[in-house]
């Protein structure tokens, strides 16, 4: 969707989920190089990552002058928002 933001304009990006959630204590630090919430980790089938996705994310999003960040509830789920300035023609 098309925000103001600052006299600006950005569009800002959500992706929710149904998963595990995120505990409170550890958004600050999930993105983080190599971060992972363990306990929710070794619940994970199959194939894991490296806890590289978030902070490779952040950084993309804040090299194009955006803001990246989450909201989540253990066992409900996880939102993850973005934002990029929209572009002067």
Request: aromatic share 8%; charged share 30%; net charge positive.
């Amino acid at each position: 969707r098309l925000k103001r933001n600052n006299g600006g304009e950005v569009v800002e990006t959500a992706v929710a989920d149904t998963g595990f959630g995120i505990p409170e204590d550890k958004i600050d630090k999930i993105f983080s190089k190599f971060e992972q919430v363990k306990e929710h980790r070794d619940r994970v089938k199959g194939q894991k990552g490296t806890g590289l996705g978030l902070s490779i994310a952040k950084a993309i999003v804040e090299l194009h002058s955006g803001k990246i960040w989450i909201e989540s509830k253990v066992d409900v789920g996880t939102t993850f928002y973005f934002t990029l300035p929209v572009a002067e023609a």
